[in-house]
Each structure stands twice: as structure tokens, then as C-alpha cells.
């Protein structure tokens, strides 16, 4: 009832840029938080960046400067510019939402994930 589509991810230089784009659709009555994660092999999935509906937003402390994160309410979609990316950004993103439905339900939800890539 609810899908999360993310685009944009795929094969980098270091020192390339990226933009991510996740879309939300649906029975969707409205939407809180967007974020995005990202987990790398062997480790535990983290918080890359979050905006709030207001326009809020939060960095992880190994992005901040190189990442941007913004979104579009009225599409219902979140993006993140990725700029200067280095190997160690290499990993699959995740684009999460807060949101509530239109029977009133408050839920979380991720898309498929989309690969990103760092590599000379």
C-alpha cells in the first residue's frame, strides 16, 4: 500500500558526487521524517541523514559537509546530494519514512536500497 522507490545510486571516482532520490507513494495521508541509512558489508546499518517536515535536518558526523539532504513534500520525495564521496561511503542506502496512512496508522518504511559504489 505503501512503496518507497529509490534512484540514482550506481559506480563513482572518488571524489565524484551522487544524487539519491527516494519517492514515496501510496495510501499516504502524511509524512513525518525522511531519512536516509546506509549499511556497508560486515556492518550494522546507520543513519547517513534525516529531515524533519519542517525542512530540520541531522548529519552523521562522517558526512556532514560532503552530504546534503532535502526534500520535496508536495512529490513526497527526499533526496541526498552526495559530493566528494570517498571509498568508504561505498555501501547499499536505504530511503526511510515516518509516516501515516489513511486509516490514521503511524508506521516506518524503507525502500529496496539502492547500491552506491566508490571506486577508482
Known amino acids: 500500500q505503501v512503496q518507497l522507490v529509490e534512484s540514482g545510486g550506481g559506480l563513482v571516482q572518488p571524489g565524484g558526487s551522487l544524487r539519491l532520490s527516494c519517492a514515496a507513494s501510496?495510501?499516504?495521508?502524511?509524512?513525518?521524517?525522511m531519512g536516509w541509512y546506509r549499511q556497508a558489508p560486515g556492518k550494522q546499518r546507520e543513519l547517513v541523514a534525516a529531515i524533519t517536515s519542517g525542512g530540520s535536518t541531522n548529519y552523521a558526523d562522517s558526512v556532514k559537509g560532503r552530504f546534503t539532504i532535502s526534500r520535496d513534500n508536495a512529490k513526497n520525495t527526499v533526496y541526498l546530494q552526495m559530493n566528494s564521496l570517498k571509498p568508504e561511503d561505498t555501501a547499499v542506502y536505504y530511503c526511510?519514512?515516518?509516516?501515516?496512512?489513511?486509516?490514521?496508522?503511524?508506521?516506518?518504511?524503507w525502500g529496496q536500497g539502492t547500491q552506491v559504489t566508490v571506486s577508482s
Open positions: 501510496g495510501s499516504i495521508f502524511t509524512i513525518y521524517g
Open positions: 526511510n519514512a515516518d509516516l501515516v496512512v489513511f486509516d490514521r496508522t503511524r508506521g516506518d518504511y
